[in-house]
């Protein structure tokens, strides 16, 4: 159905196809004039006919009716469902959090969509002059369009007003403000919301009471406080809490909370991390739940080494305390490059673990790593030395104190105790773990009930070549990473894969700073005495390095394995003087010297040869003394001498002018 010249309309073919009447008596009724055709069918247009309803009898009328009981509506309707169209713009918009302010539950972005889609079509008929000429039987008639859209609510399920005005309103807001206007202001306020932001507050300030009370106690002590059975204060201002502050407000009656509630809010994530926050020491919050960086491995062994310590799980049975060692492993290669092992945790420990670090790499002709990442405690005092930055390492890294998830020395050191200790020795474990991680103790009945003992004990050189090793073991164990280093243990993986960047050993600088420290002094203008043994300077000529009448030096040098000296540098003061050269004795019983003797008289004479060559290339020339002579002072006599013509006297001769005039005649 549908307007034409303002009368509603039925088209022929609606009243044919819905059986109101047939063919042969529309056009009878059409040719007697009984039913008014107010537009023919057919032509180029392709028009069909159309019949006003008023002007159909009375029974065919009510078989109209019964079609369309809606009447003018059916049309609307039909034309509102064929241009009805998910509007996709709203669908992006609803589900975008930054354009639609908050985040829509998805009910709720289904509604707001149909509800855009619904007025998308509305507006459009709007706009459209001619469909709502056609439909309305005039201009745009928003009770009939208001009518048409509620009769559609179940269809589509949307939630626009079924007040003319009030829809009316709702497409303006729509076309003025977009979809904005179609979200309820019901989400995001504080209106329905028992638990505001202060009562809320007063909860959390409960639970992180010192006694550390539990959701039950934390409820008890909030309703006492809001009957006013408990005062609460705030520590920091002295100030009274009140408890007319946490009622009601509809009622003025206290704000009772029920303990699921009260345990509701604090199970909240974000109120567990501000209370763990004030219940947690510092060192527990860190390592439980401060967020933490995310890391990845390098490419090169040498590259950066990671130095810790760790106490061996089985004890002594000398002293029955755990034996002290020190870890450097090669981040890369994940292998124990250096292990020093003590009674007491030291600076000898430390020193002792960087002098078999070195001793490897010197053994093998690999160069000075290129970083190393080392804790606080116990390397803090060579911050401004040996560990600052370019003097041995050219990068250096300190971890923050009492953060050993920084260090990437402690994850190796507890996979290294779980992979191969746990596996190779008994009583490897915790006495808090679990399963086959746990470790008894044998509990000591005495007055004391506090002593526990362990079932076994070793001795020292046992437990240090037995961990010796564990970390060959682990050395030479498939490199974890396989992707990356497929078949290669990590030792391989260290000698394999060494940072072609890094500089060569400087020796002298570990010398200096983690070797062996003697003062001494140069003896005939040749030697010095190290570790019981004489060493020769290089050359003669160093000796002009020394202070005036000063010939104490310091020695440095890195011991072996044994201890010995292989390198010796003196110093004197900070200025650094020579490196010496061991002196070879000779066996003075000529009958039985060997080539080695002969070899080592003939270098000792070449030291003295070359120590007169230097004296006689600097011997002082003599010089030769006089003493100055004294001359006789002479009497002299004072003569008077005539006086002298000036030089325009010389010039200026008297002319006798009769003997002048005589002479010309």
């Given amino acids: 159905m549908e307007y034409y010249g303002n009368r509603l309309c039925i088209s022929a073919r609606e009243l044919v196809d819905s059986g109101v009447m047939s063919i042969p008596n529309y056009k009878a009724m059409a040719s007697r004039g009984r039913i008014d055709v107010v537009r023919r069918g057919g032509g180029a247009a392709g028009q069909y006919a159309l019949v006003a309803v008023e002007s159909l009898p009375r029974y065919y009328r009510a078989k109209v009716q019964a079609l369309y009981p809606d009447g003018d509506l059916t049309h609307l309707k039909g034309w509102v469902c064929s241009n009805y169209e998910v509007d996709q713009a709203a669908v992006a918009f609803f ?45 745009y008639n928003w009770e009939q369009m208001a009518k048409a859209i509620e009769a559609l609510r179940e269809e589509y399920g949307h939630t626009l007003p079924a007040s003319t005005l009030r829809f009316r309103k709702k497409v303006n807001e729509y076309k003025r403000n977009g979809y904005g206007c179609l979200i309820s202001g019901k989400f995001g306020n504080q209106c329905a919301r028992k638990v505001d932001y202060r009562t809320e507050r007063l909860i959390l300030g409960l639970a992180v009471l010192p006694n550390k009370p539990f959701n039950t106690n934390i409820a008890e002590m909030y309703n006492m406080f809001v009957c006013g059975e408990l005062d609460v204060y705030d520590p920091k201002t002295g100030e009274l809490m009140n408890p007319e502050d946490f009622v009601d407000k509809k009622t003025g009656e206290p704000k009772e909370l029920s303990e699921s509630t009260i345990t509701n809010y604090l199970n909240k994530p974000a109120n567990k991390t501000l209370i763990e926050h004030s219940l947690m020491s510092w060192t527990t919050f860190m390592h439980e739940q401060m967020p933490h960086v995310h890391r990845h491995g390098g490419n090169f ?62 053994k093998n002709g690999w160069g000075m790593p290129a970083g190393i990442e080392v804790e606080n405690h116990l390397m803090s005092q060579y911050k401004d030395g040996f560990l600052q930055a370019g003097v041995a390492f050219p990068f250096v890294h300190f971890c923050a104190p009492q953060n050993s998830q920084e260090k990437y020395a402690e994850p190796l050191n507890g996979a290294k105790k779980r992979s191969v200790i746990h596996k190779n020795h008994e009583g490897i474990g915790r006495f808090y773990g679990k399963g086959k991680w746990r470790q008894e103790y044998k509990k000591v009945s005495d007055e004391t009930n506090e002593l526990y003992e362990d079932k076994e004990y070793f001795s020292w050189d046992q ?152 004296v006689k290339e600097n011997a002082i020339d003599e010089l030769g003394v006089i003493k100055p002579s004294v001359a006789p002072v002479m009497q002299t006599e004072a003569v008077a001498l005539p006086p002298q013509q000036t030089e325009q006297e010389l010039l200026y001769v008297p002319v006798d002018v009769e003997s002048k005039a005589l002479a010309d005649m």
């Fill in 95 to 139: 589900h975008s959090r930054e354009q639609a302010g908050l985040d829509l539950p998805p009910e709720k972005i289904k509604e707001y969509v149909v509800n855009a889609s619904v007025l998308n079509c509305c507006i459009r008929l709007y706009e459209r002059a001619a469909t709502a000429q056609k439909l309305f039987g005039g201009k």
């Fill in 301 to 362: 062994s040498l590259s950066q080494i990671t130095m810790d310590d760790v106490d061996l799980t089985r004890k002594l049975k000398d002293t029955k305390q755990r034996v002290h060692a020190y870890y450097a492993y090669d981040v890369v290669s994940q292998c124990v490059v250096g292990a020093s092992y003590s009674r007491k945790k030291d600076e000898g420990l430390v020193v002792d673990c960087f002098r078999d670090m070195f001793r490897l790499i010197e």
């Fill in 463 to 614: 437990l240090v070549a037995e961990d010796r090793r564990d970390s060959y073991e682990w050395n030479h164990q498939l490199h974890p990473n396989q992707k990356k280093f497929p078949g290669m243990t990590r030792w391989d993986v260290l000698c394999e894969r060494i940072n072609p960047t890094l500089q060569p050993l400087d020796k002298l600088t570990l010398a200096r700073y983690i070797g062996e420290r003697v003062e001494t002094s140069i003896r005939r203008n040749s030697t010095v005495r190290v570790a019981h043994e004489d060493w020769w300077l290089s050359d003669t000529s160093v000796l002009e390095k020394l202070r005036p009448n000063d010939y104490q030096v310091t020695a440095y040098y890195m011991p072996d394995e044994e201890g010995k000296p292989s390198e010796v540098h003196i110093f004197q003061g900070d200025k650094y003087i020579d490196q010496v050269e061991k002196v070879q004795t000779y066996n003075r019983v000529m009958a039985e010297q060997t080539e080695e003797d002969t070899v080592n008289y003939i270098e000792q004479r070449k030291k003295i040869a070359k120590f007169s060559k230097y």
